[in-house]
């Protein structure tokens, strides 16, 4: 699994949540040892969950960018993983670039009679909804259906446990559990066409999930 998602979402709150940690602990609460995972229904932490983007442009380069926001529910039962479910919500009208005039392009309207280039001015959220998981140690397939752009394909999502644990009371003193996981769609799928080949149709997602009961 790659690291860059989770690098890049916890470096912006590194300088306020990490002294606080400090100072309550000289160890990180959470733990890579599935034991720390107690059951029930999470909630999806909108701040540190992440859906990375990445395609390729022009064969020169990858380009990627984010969405955030996100939120949604996981229900976990240690005793029998293969029955989790996740239910999240994206919205795709936060979807950000490091380049404001794409940002802008992305969100575009459409011109009268015509589709939207990528997502359009005001699209609905995307949903995955799984139906279907399956363990092996640490690792899980994740098979669900995804709602984009107002149409609903399945997608399997390749899953890694990344760590439990409880907070700091300092820090709301919740339960959290987060992984990394990634997939691989074609945009033409949901009806999002602009540029292909010169922009790739396929779409690498990395993403960072972290939930908290």
Known sequence: MRPTLIAFGLAAASTV???LVAQQSSQVPGSKNPAAITGGTYTADPGHTLVRWE?????????????????GTLTLDPKNPGAA??????????VTTASAGLTKHL?????????????GASPADARFVST???????DAKITGNLTLNGVTK?????????GAGKMPAGMGGKENVGFEAEATIKRSDF?????????SDEVKLDIAAAFQK
Do not use: C, Q, R, W
Not at 110 to 118: C, Q, R, S, V, Y
Not at 132 to 138: E, I, M, N
């Open 17 to 19: 949540a990490l002294p």
């Open 55 to 71: 395609v390729d442009h022009l064969g020169f380069s990858p380009y990627f960018g984010i969405f955030g926001d996100v939120t």
């Open 85 to 94: 479910k996740v239910d999240v919500t994206i919205p795709v009208s936060k």
């Open 107 to 119: 969100l575009k309207p459409a011109e009268a009679g015509k589709p939207a280039d990528f997502f």
């Open 132 to 138: 279907a998981v399956t363990v092996d140690g640490d």
């Open 154 to 162: 399945p997608v399997t999502l390749d899953a890694e446990f990344y």
């Open 191 to 199: 009806g999002i066409n602009l540029g292909i080949p010169m922009v």
